[in-house]
């Protein structure tokens, strides 16, 4: 605290008018420095103990000894701890994005013009007297998201970000995983993170640094009409566009005007919403000087220990101090690889993504056995089941060898339907010698399973400039239904996985017509759903998935001609 100087709710002037709110922390002294900052809907002034108190409970119980030096009195939901960045030389600035917190204005979520926002934060960050005119961005999640979307705006004074676990591709990523309606996270999380702080909601949290709502003054107070017409609704939005366009792509990175320098953070457990963005942007950007790093555990856990802050500041400190570190012999790719029922995680550093000496191998559906097998099987067969009832699935027999699977996946399923479409939603998990599923700490779900992946069919046409053989990419530009009980050959894109299984461990597929969920759900009291296994990120909306069109049965088939698989990266010399 004796170190800082605390400036709150300073003005930020935006060209159509608009005043942004931005608390502002400082090193003391005269010496310009570089700045860190986020823009965002959550509240600059919600404190993390009282806005997130489950989660804020869970970090200093499981870390006791978290982000040592510091009291954590000013930290909140998802950005950087002012307590340990200003004292090694950062301006820390939290900007409450237009419509939320302190800010007023329209609320719209990753729009256009949130955006335009956040270049002008950065500019006018640049360009005070106690900056160096070097700005960096570091955060979590929407904080991350919008990293990449300001980034192709290009701002002069970005020098270099930190996108951690962020979504780049609103339809693919977050909104339509396969072209299927993610409605049931959007909805809760938009209610209880977003709206609940609009700014003018008189119900919000009061913010204790300010001694006043953290939606504003008094004189900005508006009822629950205005509220509901100052704001989207992503969800509805969501809803009413089941195809790509350019509402998806306002909200989505476009990588070929990507060029600042960046570490991509990406969680090997982050299906739904944290991962896939993340290899995407590293795999597709034009910026010459990108890292990717992936690691384990929840999203809020990892960007505040030890070993994540470790990384952020000697990425910081080359890029916005010009400390020679070594930064710039880091390799590109930095893996923390996950074991069965361990919680040490061995780095490895690796030169591009996918690895080089990936192997890909076809591992074969013998639909009628419910089996798998590293061979084709010679005969055709099938299995069915209701779309919406039990999955059906497939058991490898025990692995011959210690096998590593690092990287994305790919499934090649021959499917029919007896309506005119079907989802499928294909789950990879391992099983021990004993029988115990091989499961992870996701980024919110404490059992998630090995690797996700989803498609409707009717979205099956490709891109074929962008499909990759282990990563078809679907284009989302026109619904073809389904003939009943025709057979259709379907692509679909699982999520990139890491795990190192010794021999004697089983591989299994689900397949499903709905989203995977055990049976036993556990709850660790600190969120709001059961961990099933799929977290918050189910698929469940009665319009999208209408029972008489979805509910349908469907058939897989394997072997012989029609030989459905999933394409494993196996690497082999490791």
């Known amino acids: 605290m004796d170190q800082m100087i605390i400036e709150r709710d300073v003005s930020i002037p935006t060209s159509d008018g608009i005043t942004l709110r931005a608390d502002v922390f400082r090193p003391k002294g005269g010496n310009p420095a570089p700045v860190i900052m986020t823009l965002g809907p959550y509240g600059k002034g919600v404190h993390y103990k009282d806005g997130y108190r489950p989660q804020w409970e869970w970090l200093i119980k499981t870390h006791p000894d978290i982000l040592p030096g510091s009291t954590r009195s000013f930290m909140t939901w998802e950005t950087v701890d002012p307590e340990t960045w200003v004292p090694w030389g950062y301006v820390c600035i939290r900007?409450?994005?237009?419509?939320?917190?302190?800010?007023?204005?329209?609320?719209?979520?990753?729009?256009?013009?949130?955006?335009?926002?956040?270049?002008?934060?950065?500019?006018?960050?640049?360009?005070?007297?106690?900056?160096?005119?070097?700005?960096?961005?570091?955060?979590?999640?929407?904080?991350?998201?919008?990293?990449?979307?300001?980034?192709?705006l290009q701002p002069p004074h970005l020098?270099?970000?930190i996108p951690w676990e962020g979504v780049a591709d609103a339809y693919r990523d977050w909104c339509r995983h396969g072209g299927i309606l993610s409605n049931t996270f959007t909805d809760m999380w938009y209610h209880r993170q977003v709206v609940s702080i609009q700014h003018g909601n008189p119900d919000a949290i009061v913010d204790s640094w300010l001694n006043d709502r953290a939606s504003g003054p008094p004189s900005s107070l508006l009822d629950e009409k205005q509220l509901e017409k100052n704001r989207s609704n992503p969800v509805a939005d969501a809803l009413r566009r089941p195809l790509d366009g350019d509402f998806y792509r306002q909200k989505?990175?476009?990588?070929?005007?990507?060029?600042?320098?960046?570490?991509?953070?990406?969680?090997?457990?982050?299906?739904?919403?944290?991962?896939?963005?993340?290899f995407e942007a590293f795999t597709q950007s034009a910026s010459k000087q990108k890292w990717l790093e992936c690691h384990p555990g929840r999203h809020e856990e990892w960007?505040?220990?030890?070993?994540?802050?470790?990384?952020?500041?000697?990425?910081?400190?080359?890029?916005?101090?010009?400390?020679?570190?070594?930064?710039?012999?880091?390799?590109?790719?930095?893996?923390?690889l996950r074991r069965p029922f361990s919680e040490e995680f061995e780095v490895r550093h690796e030169l591009t993504w996918p690895l080089q000496d990936t192997k890909w191998t076809p591992i074969y559906f013998s639909a009628s056995e419910k089996l798998l097998s590293f061979s084709t099987p010679e005969k055709e067969s099938s299995v069915s089941f209701s779309a919406l009832q039990d999955p059906v699935n497939f058991v490898s027999l025990p692995l011959e060898h210690a096998t590593e699977l690092t990287g994305p996946l790919a499934a090649k399923i021959f499917a029919s339907s007896s309506t005119t479409d079907l989802d499928l939603f294909v789950t990879l998990q391992a099983f021990s010698p004993d029988g115990r599923e091989v499961e992870f700490q996701g980024t919110v779900d404490p059992h998630t399973p090995l690797a996700q992946g989803w498609l409707r069919a009717s979205h099956?046409?490709?891109?074929?400039?962008?499909?990759?053989?282990?990563?078809?990419?679907?284009?989302?530009?026109?619904?073809q239904p389904l003939e009943p009980n025709r057979i259709y050959e379907l692509d679909v894109e699982i999520w990139p996985t890491n795990i190192l299984l010794p021999a004697g461990y089983r591989l299994a597929i689900q397949v499903s017509g709905k989203d995977f969920e055990r049976t036993d759900p556990t709850k660790d009291g600190n969120e709001a759903w059961a961990g099933r296994g799929s977290g918050p990120w189910l698929h469940t909306h009665p319009e999208d998935r209408p029972h008489e069109i979805f509910g349908g049965i469907t058939t897989i088939y394997g072997g012989g001609s029609r030989a459905s698989y999933l394409l494993l990266p196996i690497i082999e010399s490791r």
């Open 303 to 336: 960007f505040y220990l030890k070993e994540g802050i470790e990384i952020q500041k000697r990425f910081l400190d080359h890029f916005l101090k010009g400390v020679d570190i070594g930064w710039d012999k880091q390799p590109p790719v930095l893996l923390r």
């Open 159 to 161: 020098t270099a970000m």
């Open 252 to 278: 989505s990175a476009d990588f070929s005007k990507i060029t600042v320098p960046f570490l991509s953070a990406a969680n090997w457990a982050g299906f739904g919403l944290h991962e896939r963005g993340n």
């Open 95 to 152: 900007v409450d994005s237009r419509g939320a917190g302190r800010s007023p204005g329209y609320l719209d979520i990753f729009s256009p013009r949130e955006t335009r926002d956040y270049y002008e934060a950065i500019e006018w960050a640049g360009v005070q007297p106690w900056s160096n005119g070097k700005v960096g961005l570091n955060g979590i999640s929407y904080y991350a998201i919008n990293q990449w979307l300001v980034a192709a």
């Open 460 to 479: 099956r046409k490709l891109d074929p400039v962008r499909t990759l053989p282990y990563r078809p990419y679907h284009s989302h530009d026109e619904i």
